[in-house]
C-alpha cells in the first residue's frame, strides 16, 4: 500500500550521485526535500499566472489570490483548524514563535509571570522566552526530562502552577526524537489558566494533527520541513486570541482604513501578513502538505515508525556507538556519538560514501549538554527513506571506525 519505492520517484534529487555514490539523504530533520509536484505547482505558476495577491482587479492577480487562499485553506484541513483565519503565513516557526512573543507576550505577561518550557526545546523556542524574560521581568522555568530523554509528567507538573501564563513546548524533539503528550500537556496547562504554545517542526512532519482535539492555542512548523519551500512557516492560533492581539509588523496589507491621524487594522490572519508575503512558497506549502495528506499522514507514521524500529537495533548492534535518546516514545531522529571519533570527522567519511547526516548541537545546546555531550551527529528520516538506506549508513559506520 505504502510503496517507498514509487513515492522516491517524486523526489528527482534522490537520484542524483553524491560523491559517485547512490544518495543517503538522512538529515531531513534539518530541512526536507521537495516532490516534483511542489517544484513543478510553483514552476508553472512562476511561468504562467504570476501577480501580486490582494491587489489588482485583474485575471492574473485574481487568480494568485485564489491560489494563495487555497493553500491557506489546505492548511487549515491538514491541521484541522476551526477556520482558515486562524492560519498566518510567516517566514518559519521561529518567526511564529517570535510574533506570538512580541505581540501577544508583550500584551498579556507582566513581571513575575511564568513561562514554562521543557528542557528539549530547540533554541527558537528557548531564546525568545529568555529575551522577553529580560524585557519584561518574566521568569522562564524548565521542566526536566530522564537520562533517556522521555517526558516526565511529575517533573512538568511540580513547575506548573497558577504563575504559569504560556507552557510552549515541543510536540518532538530534533534532537532526542522524543514525542511529548502536547494533548495532556495542553489539558492540564489549562487547568491554571496558560496558554500552550506547540513547536511541531518535526511532529508536523512524522504524525497527523489536529488542533482541535489537542486543543492547543498556538502552534508553529515550518514550510521546509514538511517537504515544502523554505521561506514559509505556519502560526496557528485560535481565532479569537488572535483577534485580541495586536498587531506584528506594520504596513500594507495589515491595515483597514488609514489617515495621517490613525490607523484600523485588518482582521486575522491579514492583520499578521504586513506586505508582500512569500506567495509561491505558501502554495508551494499548500502542495506539500496535500501531497502528505494524499499520502496519508497514518501511512507515513506508521512506515517511518517501522523504520525507526529498524535504526534502533540496527544502530545498538554497533560496537561503541550510543545512540542518544532512547524514550520509549520516539519518532525518527537519531543522534548518537560513536567512541573515539569526533562527529565532524565521521561526518566527513560518510559524506564519502553519499551519507548526509549532521553534527553539531543542532541548535538545541542546552539538551545536548545536559546529556552530556558537546556535538553529536545525527541521523533523521524522512517519508521517503528505507531499510537500503539505514544499511548503507550503518556500513560507513563500521567503514569510519576502521580509520580510528
Ligand atoms: C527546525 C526546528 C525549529 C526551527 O525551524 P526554522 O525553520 O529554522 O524556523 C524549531 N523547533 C524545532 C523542534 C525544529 O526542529
Not at 513547575?159 to 510552549?168: E, H, Y
Not at 541521523?379 to 576502521?402: F, M, W
Amino acid at each position: 500500500m505504502y510503496d517507498v519505492y514509487k513515492i522516491r520517484q517524486d523526489f528527482p534529487i534522490l537520484s542524483v550521485l553524491i560523491n559517485g555514490k547512490p544518495n543517503t539523504f538522512l538529515d531531513s530533520a534539518a530541512s526536507a526535500q521537495k516532490p516534483a509536484q511542489v517544484i513543478e505547482k510553483m514552476r508553472c505558476l512562476y511561468l504562467e499566472e504570476y501577480a501580486n495577491v490582494h491587489r489588482g482587479s485583474y485575471y492574473l492577480s485574481e487568480q494568485i489570490t485564489i491560489a494563495y487562499e487555497e493553500a491557506r485553506s489546505k492548511i487549515h484541513e491538514f491541521l484541522n483548524t476551526k477556520s482558515d483565519k486562524e492560519i498566518v503565513f510567516v517566514r518559519n516557526a521561529t518567526e511564529g514563535i517570535n510574533l506570538v512573543a512580541a505581540t501577544w507576550g508583550r500584551k498579556y505577561l507582566k513581571a513575575g509571570d511564568e513561562v514554562l518550557i521543557s528542557e528539549a526545546e530547540h533554541h527558537a523556542n528557548l531564546v525568545p522566552w529568555q529575551a522577553l524574560r529580560d524585557e519584561l521581568g518574566i521568569k522562564l522555568k524548565i521542566f526536566k526530562v530522564n537520562d533517556k530523554g522521555e517526558y516526565q509528567e511529575e517533573e512538568y507538573l511540580k513547575l506548573l502552577s497558577d504563575k504559569t501564563k504560556l507552557v510552549a513546548v515541543t510536540g518532538m524533539s530534533n534532537v532526542l526524537g522524543t514525542i511529548f503528550p502536547i494533548k495532556e500537556i495542553t489539558r492540564q496547562a489549562h487547568t491554571v489558566g496558560a496558554k500552550v504554545l506547540v513547536d511541531a517542526c518535526q511532529y508536523a512532519v512524522h504524525q497527523k494533527i489536529d488542533v482541535q482535539d489537542l486543543d492547543c492555542d498556538f502552534l508553529v512548523f515550518s514550510g521546509h520541513k514538511t517537504y515544502g519551500p523554505s521561506g514559509i512557516g505556519v502560526l496557528y492560533g485560535k481565532y479569537d486570541i488572535l483577534n485580541s492581539m495586536p498587531p506584528y509588523q506594520y504596513g500594507g496589507d495589515m491595515v483597514d482604513t488609514v489617515t495621517y491621524e490613525k490607523t484600523t487594522f485588518n482582521e486575522p490572519p491579514f492583520r499578521f501578513e504586513a506586505g508582500t508575503p512569500a506567495i509561491m512558497q505558501a502554495i508551494g506549502l499548500g502542495e506539500a502538505v496535500n501531497y502528505m495528506m494524499t499520502l496519508g499522514m497514518q501511512n507515513i507514521t506508521a512506515h517511518e515508525q517501522e523504520l525507526t524500529q529498524y535504526t534502533t537495533e540496527q544502530l545498538s548492534a554497533i560496537n561503541g556507538l550510543k545512540v542518544v535518546g532512547e524514550a520509549k516514545d520516539k519518532g525518527g531522529v537519531f543522534s548518537f556519538n560513536v567512541e573515539g571519533m569526533h562527529p565532524q570527522d565521521l561526518a566527513f567519511i560518510l559524506d564519502k560514501e553519499g551519507v548526509a547526516v549532521r553534527t553539531g548541537h543542532h541548535c538545541a545546546q542546552p539538551i545536548v549538554n545536559r546529556m552530556g555531550y558537546e556535538s553529536l551527529a545525527r541521523a533523521s528520516l524522512g517519508l521517503y527513506n528505507t531499510k537500503e538506506d539505514i544499511d548503507v549508513l550503518v556500513g560507513a559506520i563500521r567503514k569510519a571506525q576502521k580509520f580510528f
